[in-house]
């Protein structure tokens, strides 16, 4: 799977994998050109653009069953839910000792407490989810 981070707020939080820095924007520019993925840009409920990646059926990719489910309780999940969601495992996966506590502080206006019950749900149910890399226990 590829993902982009596009428009950016100045609250956002850059993506890595295992701390190497990687331009999925560019990868998911280079999938697109070879016909590997279809690419659809879309604007969010809050104003912000994002983009929805579908592997296409030529591709001859596989992916493992948890981690096409972990992806599908993302997909079906609130956006901004998701957003908090991942981004407390990314400070808690990065060393910060309270990672919901600084998502409120870095994401003010969208962590509510009602967004941050959501976002803990959802956290809650990727972590019942076995993937190859354990998400952080927060």
């Known amino acids: 799977m590829v993902f982009a981070v596009k ?12 701390d190497t820095p990687v331009d999925y924007s560019l990868a ?5 050109a070879l016909d590997l993925i279809e690419v659809n840009e879309k604007t969010a409920a809050w104003g912000g653009r994002y983009s929805i ?26 956006s901004v839910a998701l957003e908090l969601a991942v981004t407390a ?5 990065n060393g910060y000792d309270d990672a919901w506590n ?3 502080e870095r994401k ?10 959501k976002a803990k749900a959802l956290y809650r149910d990727f972590q019942k989810i ?9």
């Open 130 to 138: 076995e993937v190859p890399n354990a998400l952080p226990n927060i």
């Open 7 to 18: 428009h950016r707020g100045k609250d956002a939080l850059p993506f890595t994998a295992r």
């Open 28 to 32: 998911a520019s280079d999938a697109d």
């Open 89 to 93: 495992a990314f400070l808690a996966d």
């Open 53 to 78: 990646y579908r592997v296409l059926s030529g591709g001859h990719q596989s992916f493992n069953t948890n981690i096409m489910a972990l992806a599908k309780r993302a997909a079906q999940a609130d």
């Open 108 to 117: 003010r206006a969208k962590a509510t407490p009602e967004m941050m019950a």
């Open 102 to 104: 600084e998502v409120a």
